[in-house]
């Protein structure tokens, strides 16, 4: 069922009836072993002093100690994934022994501010505590409003528990419940149908999609709706209507047009006096590319799941993966679910498992592990909670036994056997290098043993590059490839994140990791995603295509997306939203985009890629039987689209294949097509049989633009005739706001046969609108046709940034970095590392300012970080929290790198990473000064221009290229940062820095 939103506002909230609202008792948690209670303790804190009791209810027994403690007691699924509204009062029943106990509940509400409430002395014997929220704030923190009030839903964080020093205790929590004041809505369920379990229209079937509203209530309630759908393109369309809910109402939602494609659909219910119910669903109107009735070759198409935890779900999720094209799902099967105890054997889940996979014709590819609580060691069994999971066995051969049993039972129905998952990342294992090779070398010779067919993946590594998440084995990665290749059939690989951070590291790695295995083992990308949080479903289901294409042209068998259902509904929380499907099962676009690029994609083999990716050009060919399919994209703001023409038999169809599976089919009457590749990207399906295609280059070339606001300049385009007479070329330009043409948009012109001329158009530019982002091109676009070949192309104007005397009076800033997409997060895929994703602007965000004066560059960055931390020396400070910055000098080969950072003990560090040929640098003829307080870092920075080998008046008249990047670290683990523009975090690039000029 949909999560019901209520928005009031005040003036709506004083005119609602009595009659409208509603109190009612709620029992949040039950305290169960289901709920995985336990306390937050690390290892620096010592021994615990405690033992947990969670088999049916929740008991702690707490021994002597010379300290007070300080218990934080909470159950992770609770704090991630539950929330409560309206909550007026809390009751908590709890029996004690024990003297001087005292408990306060802690929560968050919907700003996302701590709330701690006041804490009450516990009664020994059995009593119940009661808070009134409202009058019971004891102390708050974080936030955006930090208002100390209950804002929106509150999520349980934790109930802390205080025991005196030298006291023992037993302490037992009996019941829980909330006093809830809802409004008559609170007792509504939304769910959009569409008579299909994966929420589908299907082409041809009967499925019809509908609102259905529910009532508990035996009052009919009235009110006017409003239903918008939004296509994937973002055509929108609404419908408005009386409703009058009595038990049950089932509203027809009318399509917004015929195509394939994810259809959001969001609804507003609102009443006479005017609260208002609103929320968002999907549905998907598609062609499925399975159930397949064999397997495809050369490569997998795969899907991770988790079936095991929710068996009832099972069927649902593998008609979920048959329907989009799945060949292989890649599951975990628990060691502790399966051997209950040393030979005590469960295989009703995995049977099912097997079974269902192969009704689909779908293969499995097992994580086995983690470690059975039997097996573990007993010191981590006994602190409680579940992180024993992530210790190697006592004992390896007792998880090779293990493994050799799954191999033997399920003989000739699973060929794929994983050690163990993300072995590289402390949250996943605990142990040594030498230790997991150990266990990798016994599991490998036991699977064999028991089914010499079987394929052994190395436990998949979670990425390349630096990760928070890699303190203890920093070099397991490539240590068990050179050491420990003859133990596995296939290297696993894994590597989270948007697009061009995963090209980056794969790019600068790959092929050193691959050259430490000398027997060439494949490579399996079996779980590499990004989840949908901040950049939406659209850019998650462009990561797909682009991810996807990229690994087969690396030579990857097989590419696995991580996750088909969402784990959770916290839309703020990355692990939450990584799924093809949300978690009720509701498709997401990127469900459409696998659906669309399975089919694509089956019984083809890779040929090869003839994009241009240091231009962001990426294009990929493959050829199946009687087809070849090419797919591509063009990658940054200034890269140029690619319209690419090519010669081929005027009997193939040439369709157009959008990634929601629309075709549009291109005239081909001359044997020439244009293949168009811009930001968004497309397959183009040749379907006939075809030796040979010929591209014959770019039907248009722009030629990108610098300029200055207010400046004329004349944009130019080559445009090619791939015919070999004479034609005439219909141009056609279209301008953005900023922009005014001096010559005439709608162009025609006459081409020589083959040959090529230069189209041009004078402009002159303005300053940017609002729309237009700072540190983003203007774009304009031409549409070409020749002869009914058309081709669609942006030309890329990068306007310079002007820093204006009013800017520096007005104390108005040059760069305000505060968005998702200037983000780069490296605690990516970790779900122990969550909390250091990138949330807000008050995680971290920064405002930059930049002044020429007396022949000084003056940089001046006001940062935002809710926790500040610089323990490194000058030359490692992009470790930890510091700016970063870049500029080129005019006439100058290469580029100047700086660092400024303020130290945990106050002092203020620079370093000089990089500088231009031949130039040397006094680095104590730089000024700078850091200042902290609360979460604001200030950096001042003075740079004599002549240090630099510059003057005013040079940079007056050629401006500089200017970049910054914020680095960010939270206590002991380095996240990631903030930048102005790529070029120096992932790869240095100094063509990628703004252009900034001076008044």
Known sequence: ??????????????????????????????????????????????????????????????????????LPIYSPSIKTSKTYDGVTKLRLTVDTKGEGLKLRPVFTDGDQEGIQFTPQPLQPGLHTYEWDLDKSIFFTWGGTKNNKKIDGALALWSLNLEVPENKKAEVRFVNAEFDSKQHIFAFVDVELATGHPIYLIIPGESQSPKLVFKTTLDEKIAGDLEITVENFNGKTKSQKQKLVLDKKASIPIEDIDSGNGIR????????????????????????????????????????????????????????????????????????????QGNNNWNWNTTDKLVDIAQSYNMELQPALGLCADWAAPPEEVRKGG??????????????????GKCAERYKGKIRFWEIWNEPDLDNFWRGTTDEYIEMLKLSYEAIKKSDKDALVLVGGMSGYGGHPGKNLNPTLHADVLEKANKYFDIYAFHQHGEFDHFYDVVEKNLDKHMALMPDGEPIYFNETAMHSTQIGERQQAYALFKKLLYTRSVGAMGYTWYNLVDSGTDPKNAEHNYGTLKNDFHPKAVYCAYNTIAKAMYNTEYVKSFGLPAKGQYIYMFAGKERTVIG?????????????????????????????????????????????????????????????????????????????PEQKVQLKALIKNPFNKKVNAKLKWTLPESVTAIDQTNQELTLEPLGATTAKLEIVLGNRTAQEPYDKPIKVLIETDIKGVTATT?????????????????????????????????????????????????????????????????????????????????????????????????????????????????????????????????????????????????????IPLSAVGASEALIKEKGLKF???????????????IRVAPGIGARKDPRLFPDVRFE
């Open 1 to 70: 069922m949909k999560k019901i939103i209520i928005l009031l506002s005040f003036l709506s909230f004083i005119s609602v009836q009595a009659t409208e609202w509603r109190t009612s008792v709620i029992e949040p948690w039950k305290y169960g072993q289901s709920e995985h209670w336990t306390v937050h303790w690390t290892d620096t804190q010592g021994e615990k002093p405690f033992t947990i009791n969670n088999d049916n209810t929740l008991q702690l027994d707490i021994t002597t100690t010379d300290k007070k403690l300080d």
């Open 264 to 339: 959001w659909v969001a609804y507003k219910f609102t009443t006479a006096e005017g609260v208002t119910l609103e929320g968002k669903s999907s549905y998907a109107v598609m062609v499925p590319t399975g159930p397949h009735k064999e397997p495809g070759d050369d490569f997998y198409m795969s899907m991770c799941q988790h079936s095991s935890r929710a068996p009832e779900k099972m069927d649902k999720e593998f008609l979920a993966d048959a329907l989009c094209g799945v060949e292989v799902v890649r599951t975990f099967s628990s060691w502790g679910a399966i051997e």
């Open 632 to 708: 591509g994209w063009t990658e940054g703001d200034m890269a140029i689209d690619l319209p690419l023409l090519a010669n081929i038999d005027s009997s193939i169809k040439v369709v157009q294949i959008d990634l929601m599976g629309n075709e549009k089919v291109l005239n081909t009457d001359n044997g020439v097509i244009c293949l168009n590749f811009s930001n968004t990207p497309y397959f183009y399906e040749l379907r006939g049989k075809q030796d040979k295609i010929k591209i014959i280059g770019a039907m248009v070339k722009p030629i990108p633009v610098t300029g200055n």
């Open 963 to 977: 970049n910054l990047i914020v680095n960010e670290r939270d206590f002991d683990r380095r996240e990631g940062w």
């Open 794 to 942: 942006e030309l890329p104007i990068d306007l310079s940034i002007v820093v204006t005397k009013k800017m520096i009076t007005d104390k108005t800033p040059v760069f305000i970095l505060s968005r998702n997409d200037q983000v780069t997060n490296l605690a990516e895929g970790d779900p122990s590392l969550v909390h250091l994703l990138w949330k807000d602007p008050n995680d971290l965000s920064a405002s930059v300012h930049l002044q020429l004066e007396n022949n000084k560059l003056h940089i001046f960055a006001e940062v935002i970080d809710d926790v500040h931390n610089q323990p490194h020396e000058a030359a490692d400070m992009w470790q930890a929290d510091c700016i970063q910055f870049a500029f080129v000098i005019p006439e100058q080969h290469g580029f100047w790198e700086f660092g400024v950072a303020g130290k945990n003990d106050g002092k203020t560090i620079v370093h000089n990473w990089m500088t231009p040929q031949n130039k040397t640098l006094d680095i104590s003829q730089i000024n700078a000064d850091v200042k902290q307080q609360g979460n604001k870092t200030s950096y001042y920075l003075q």
């Open 386 to 403: 579940w992180e024993f999971q992530f210790y190697p066995p006592v004992d390896p051969n007792e998880y090779a036994e293990f493994a």
